[in-house]
């Protein structure tokens, strides 16, 4: 049972356009939002989150949107650089005592090209 | 500055042999958790520690156990790795409680674990 999605599994773009990424999740306890990047053989780094009471959040070339009522976030990279290829995974949390356990999509491989 | 570190970067284990791996961390975030990634799959969590509670996930084998002596520490061991467990091992820390419910995890650059 997959509660997080990422249909996409590659993405290719030209650098200076947009890249768009998507995500779909079933679980209405999910309120808090991330998208991480992950390069090979590392860990994955934090980009940029949003919470469920917002419908977007912007932070520098990085745009999250959410859409509650059809459980669909997606991340905006304005323009892209060839220095964003990776993989990137969406994940989500739900609130309450939790402990905040994060759920992770598959990722989708982000490739800028020059 | 690393503020998750796990050691060692790379581990090659014999089938059946025992392995611990390790993960250290300087933010004194109350959580840290263990994933397990295994390629072109999404990050899928072992257990977590919230303080010295242990929580394991429904489906972790048995096979797998985690220590936390101390809020800086957290060890993964694998009891007896077979082939199936050869992935990315990662280890992530949050600070979660009161006012901190909304925010991300940091994770160290994780543990690639051979079995041969």
């Known amino acids: 049972d997959q509660q997080v999605k990422q249909n996409s599994p590659s993405l290719s773009v030209q650098e200076g356009r947009i890249s768009i990424l998507n995500c779909d999740y079933t679980?209405?306890?999910?309120?808090?939002f991330l998208w991480y990047k992950k390069y090979p053989a590392e860990g994955p780094t934090f980009l940029i989150s949003i919470s469920s009471i917002k419908d977007k959040n912007e932070d520098g070339r990085f745009t999250v949107f959410l859409n509650k009522s059809a459980k669909h976030l997606s991340l905006h990279i304005v323009p892209s650089q060839p220095g964003d290829s990776a993989v990137y995974f969406c994940?989500?949390?739900?609130?309450?005592?939790?402990?905040?356990?994060?759920?992770f999509g598959q990722g989708t491989i982000l490739t800028v090209h020059p | 500055d690393a503020m998750v570190i796990q050691n060692p970067r790379y581990q090659v284990t014999q089938f059946g042999k025992p392995v611990t791996l390790s993960c250290s961390q300087t933010?004194?975030?109350?959580?840290m958790y263990w994933y397990q990634q295994k390629s072109s799959q999404a990050p899928k969590l072992l257990f977590h520690y919230y303080d010295k509670d242990f929580n394991n996930e429904a489906d972790t084998p048995d096979n797998f156990q985690s220590r936390r002596p101390n809020t800086s520490f957290c060890f993964l061991d694998i009891r007896s790795p077979g082939l199936g467990d050869a992935a990315m091992y990662l280890c992530a820390t949050r600070p979660v409680g009161g006012h901190s419910m909304n925010t991300e995890a940091f994770f160290g650059q994780g543990t690639r674990l051979t079995v041969v």
């Open positions: 933010l004194n975030h109350n959580v």
């Open positions: 679980n209405s306890m999910f309120d808090y």
């Open positions: 994940a989500a949390s739900p609130g309450g005592t939790s402990y905040g356990k994060l759920t």
